[in-house]
Structure formats: C-alpha cells, structure tokens
C-alpha cells in the first residue's frame, strides 16, 4: 500500500489491518474503473476518501460479475453473491473484502441498508432486462442503480440540509443518464439498449436502424434530446452542491462538471458514439481539478 494512500485511512481511523486490505481493495477498484470520479475524490478531506472508495468499489465488483461474468453462469454467480452480500449485512459481518468495507461505511455514517438492496435488485435486472419500454421504467431501474449510490454518498458529504437528498438522487440519475449515452455501443455489444423505446420511436428509429450502427439524422435528433434532457437533470442537481459541507462542494462540483462534459464530448464527435467511446480529455480533465485545487469552484 503506497504511503499517501495509507494516510488517507489513518486519517479516517481506520486501523485494523484486514480492513485497511479491503479498504484498499475498494481503491483499487475505484481507482481503475472509475478515474474521473476517482479525481474528483482526491478533493475531498483524506479522511473520506476511503469511504467514498468503499462505496465506488463496491458497485463496481457488482458491475464486474454481471457484465463480464461468463454468459452460462454469471446469473447463478451474481444471486450466490448477492445472497452472501444480504447475509453479510444482516448479521453485521463478512468475509468478503470488498464488502467488509461496505458494512464498515455502513455503519460509520449510517447508511440505510435498504440502498444497498435496492442496487442489488437493479443489477439483477442487468441479467434479464434488455430494455425499458418508457422512461418512467428506467427511472425505476436507475433508483437503484445510480440514485441510490447519490443517496449513499449524501451523509459522507454531510449535507447542511435534507433537500441534499432528492438533489444526491438527481446527480446519480445524470451520471447514469450520461454513461448511457457515451456507452451505446458497449451496450449493444450486450444486447441491451438503456434509452427508452417510446424516445427512439418518437423520433423514428427502429431498433433494426439502432443495431446497424450508422448515425442517420433521426439518430442525431434522438441523442440531441437524451443528452438534453440529461443536462436539466444536471441543472437540478447543482443546486444540492451548496448544501453540503464546505469540505464536500468541490469534490463533487468537480465530478459533475467533468461528467457534464461527456456531453459536449458526444456533441463534438457529431454524435458518432457506435465506432468509439468519447472521453474528456485528460489535460481538461487536469485543468478542472487542478482549478478546483486551487480552490476555483467548478459550479
């Protein structure tokens, strides 16, 4: 464990060596798969970071057996999984590292275990649902799948008002929201689609015209309203960053500018989101950070 990142767990009183590894564990993850994100928590005080990890690598080991599990036995892998998971939670302790940590967090700040069901559920759904008929259907799959991780994360922040909450829920739905629109491709390499069936049938795309993989113009005006869309919810959610503790407002005022900024990436690519998987570049991705360093606030 690099010195820096021993720091940060000694800052967050965490001492017991078995639980620094799964503590760990989680950063690696974190700091692997989710490297915009993983910038952005380098802005909070070092005695949250571990806790913002455990929740990332969490989610992430989940994502790992259901979208990169083998075909044949992921589903019975993920329901052994997650039924450890819920046993874990429900008698206070694990043997898993990963969620040793979780149940750490948990219960450090007071995290309802009903978030951590109701992500269980949604990545189920990943296993059987390969698309959602309307955009109230999605939202119902992304309470569990994104909002609730907003939700998780909203008492770490320690928010100075509970209106923090509904905005949390809003930001995890645009984080989503925006990871569906870059990831279109990944995602139909999976046999699945996460816009809404009504959205490609209000502006004339089959799903035969989806699964060619040619950007037609009525594909242009379904992303230019996805990402529109996504933006509002954006919108909303910035006005919970000033209800967080002075110490919190960066690190996610930088997350969601840099995330926000897919957007504009997929703008700038002319859409073309089925031949490649736009990105930030990193010197803006450094340029935000490092203004927010500084203390410039993002938003």
């Avoid at 790992?64 to 892998?77: L, T």
């Avoid at 989101?273 to 606030?297: E, K």
């Amino acid at each position: 464990m690099k010195r820096r990142h021993a720091r940060w767990l000694d800052a967050a009183g965490i001492t017991e060596p078995s639980l620094r590894a799964s503590y760990e564990r989680c950063r690696q993850l974190h700091a692997t798969f989710g490297r915009t994100y993983y910038l952005a928590t380098l802005l909070l005080p070092a005695a949250k970071r571990p806790y913002v990890h455990s929740l990332y690598g969490f989610a992430r080991h989940a994502d790992e057996i259901v979208d990169n599990g083998d075909p044949a036995s992921k589903a019975a892998e993920f329901d052994r999984w997650s039924e450890r998971v819920l046993g874990d939670l429900d008698a206070g302790s694990s043997a898993d590292p990963v969620c040793r940590a979780l149940l750490h967090t948990i219960r450090t700040w007071d995290i309802p275990v009903g978030h951590i069901k109701a992500f269980l559920q949604s990545m189920r759904m990943d296993l059987t649902v390969t698309a959602y008929r309307t955009y109230a259907d999605l939202q119902r799959y992304m309470y569990g799948s994104a909002a609730v991780i907003g939700l998780q994360m909203t008492p770490i922040l320690e928010p100075v008002s509970d209106e923090a909450y509904p905005r949390a829920h809003a930001l995890g739905e645009a984080f989503q929201l925006t990871n569906f629109i870059r990831d279109i491709a990944e995602d139909l390499d999976r046999d699945r689609i996460y816009l809404p069936l009504e959205d490609l049938e209000k502006f004339g795309v089959t799903r035969h015209a989806w699964q060619r993989r040619v950007v037609t113009p009525q594909i242009r005006e379904l992303l230019a309203f996805e990402i529109e869309r996504t933006r509002d919810i954006y919108a909303y959610a910035a006005g919970g960053i000033p209800l967080l503790a002075d110490s919190s407002r960066l690190c996610i005022g930088t997350a969601l500018v840099l995330y926000r900024g897919i957007l504009d990436e997929v703008e700038k690519a002319d859409y073309q989101v089925f031949d490649r998987r736009v990105s930030v570049p990193l010197a803006t991705r450094l340029r935000v950070a490092g203004r927010a360093f500084l203390g410039d606030r993002p938003v």
